[in-house]
């Protein structure tokens, strides 16, 4: 396997000037090699991340953990509940043990690669159906580089937006196709409901841009002259219709399972619950600083903005000449509606978490084919276009060489010191495998999921990062009786309160620890033994397993 250190100088400049070699060939019309090189360049770019074997994100120790669970327990919401991730984000962590992967960071990197070129190869060919294929060569292309240059973790770990992204850029291309047909088969628009219908299941905040390109789809449909009003009710019916189908599907799956009250009352209120924050406008007014916490997101945005009033331009003094079809304006107002539908979706709750600026990056892209549609080839504004590009692609280049000369690591991701495909074993880690084996349950109170990981022991309660069962909200007594239940279902071997100094969010013991449970506190009491404090975590241990297995305890000293 390969392995870098904190300076892969020899690696990344390299690589990096292949990003102007893909430049070149983004200039070059027709060109067919340019989507199979941009993936190859895309995954050279972040072989680094994939490789390293270590938590990026919170969040990916999360869905990796509900992956490892489904694997053994299948039905969502008994064994696992992603809370503000749909379920589909976990359950394709399944996907990778049918071949052989192990549940640990480099597959969940991997796939995370994999769904990242799959969302922009689809986007792609969406701006290409529109604009053409330089258009969509040169538009992709600075997405590339951001997701290929960037440091930024949130760019990187397998998150749960990718899922959505992907089926979005399905539905997007659909829509793309469609609106270049004379007559929709029933078939397409019945597979675009269906992916649009997907989108909730992948992540609920994803929905505003699936109403958008749904109700864009009906009125195309409704508006034709040359479709009988017969026609136009099999089309949109078939839309629709796709749209339920997925929804219905795992509506009936809960409630054969009987977990249909927990999916309306985890999902759907307590996520409802969890968005309803924050004054939007307020909200949209805080974008700029949303923006350059995606660091080099923020370049993108001026990057596309600067494009785009340069088309825009162009675009004005070129309609004097000439004039506008239904359908071109019917593609303009679907790109701003989509852009304005994904601006309110990714500010509505207020929390600026970065990942969420993915679901922008389709609008976007859009944006740049429409913009790149509009310079002309061989004239200023297209090389004042290309002028843009270099520049932001330089911005890379000055901040690697500013790093390295500040000291700061080039690749924070380091593999060197790994061994392969090991996981990293922390001391609550080496405690828990003394007393139990992987493939076991196993129980962390906090916000610490890589020790599922670690221990490669699946959840023994649905809510593996307890903050829904810690913070005030209005559901807390819910999801604090539902962790108690879990815990007593499960009956761990072995329990891990993490709340401590190394903990995310939860560092006070007396008001965070797992005893504000009453029943929760009690059946430990009864059941299970303290051994000792590893990483500032207390570890406990079902009494039979001290019996069976009588270990010394943790070292009480390890912090």
């Known amino acids: 396997m390969p392995h870098f250190d904190t300076y892969p100088v020899a690696y990344s400049f390299p ?3 292949l990003c102007w070699a893909l ?29 390293f074997n270590g938590e990026i994100n919170p969040d990916e120790s999360q869905m990796i953990t509900q992956g490892m669970t489904l694997a053994q327990d299948p039905v969502y919401f008994r064994s696992v509940d992603g809370t503000t991730g749909g379920p589909l984000d976990s359950y394709f962590l399944v996907i990778p043990g049918w071949f052989g992967l192990p549940a640990d960071f480099i597959t969940a990197h991997f796939c995370a690669f994999l769904l990242v070129a799959l969302s922009f190869g689809l986007i792609f060919m969406a701006v290409r159906q529109w604009f053409g294929r330089q258009a969509a060569q040169l538009a992709v292309l600075p997405f590339i580089f951001l997701l290929g240059l960037t440091q930024n973790g949130d760019f990187i770990h397998y998150n749960s937006e990718l899922i959505a ?6 539905a997007y291309l659909l829509y793309a196709r469609q609106t270049a047909q004379s007559l929709p088969s029933l078939a397409s628009l019945g597979l675009m409901g269906f992916l649009l219908g997907m989108v909730p299941f992948g992540k609920l905040q994803g929905v505003p841009l699936a109403a958008v390109t749904g109700l864009f789809a009906a009125v195309d449909i409704l508006l034709r002259v040359n479709i009988t009003v017969a026609g136009k009710v099999k089309r949109v019916g078939a839309l629709v219709a796709g749209g339920l189908a997925f929804p219905a599907l795992f509506t009936v799956f809960m409630w054969s399972t009987g977990m249909l009250s927990d999916f309306v009352t985890f999902y759907i209120q307590g996520n409802f619950n969890y968005a309803s924050g924050g004054d939007p406008i307020q909200n949209l007014l805080n ?42 304006w019917q593609r303009h107002a679907f790109i701003l509606t989509l852009l304005a539908a994904t601006l309110y979706a990714i500010t509505k709750t207020g929390s600026e978490y970065v990942h969420y600026l993915y679901f922008l990056m389709g609008p976007l892209c859009l944006l740049a084919g429409f913009s790149w549609a509009n310079l002309p080839e061989k004239t200023t504004p297209y090389r004042l276009g290309l002028g843009f590009m270099a520049i932001y692609l330089i911005g890379f280049a000055g901040q690697m060489i500013w790093n390295y000369r500040h000291g700061i690591a080039l690749n924070p991701y380091p593999t060197d010191q790994q061994g392969g495909w090991r996981l990293p074993q922390s001391d609550v ?33 649905a809510e593996n990062h307890t903050i829904r069962s810690t913070f005030a909200h209005p559901m807390l007594g819910v999801y604090q009786k539902r962790y108690a239940r879990d815990f007593k279902r499960s ?31 009690e059946f430990v009491r009864k059941h299970y033994q303290f051994v000792g404090m590893a990483n500032d975590a207390r570890i406990f241990v079902r009494n039979d397993r001290i019996k069976a297995r009588p270990q010394p305890v943790a070292d009480t000293s390890i912090k």
């Open 15 to 17: 690589v990096y000037a």
């Open 23 to 51: 430049l070149w060939l983004a200039t070059r019309p027709n060109s067919r090699w340019f989507l199979p090189c941009a993936f190859a360049l895309l995954f050279l770019l972040r072989l680094p991340g994939i490789v």
């Open 165 to 170: 992204i992907c089926l979005l850029g399905g």
């Open 287 to 328: 974008l700029p600083r949303f923006f350059r916490k995606g660091t080099e997101f923020e370049w993108l945005v001026y990057l596309t903005l600067a494009l785009f009033f340069t088309a825009l331009t162009v675009y004005i003094t070129a309609r004097r000449q000439t004039s506008e079809t239904a359908k071109t």
């Open 429 to 461: 880690a080496k405690v828990v495998r003394q007393y139990a084996q992987p493939g076991e349950k196993l129980v962390v109170w906090g916000w610490r999921c890589d020790y599922y990981v670690q221990t490669q022991m699946p959840q023994g309660v």
């Open 491 to 521: 009956f761990p071997p072995v329990f891990v309160d993490a709340v401590g100094s190394q903990n995310l969010w939860m560092t006070d013991k007396k008001t965070q620890g797992y005893e504000i449970i009453k029943p929760l506190a």
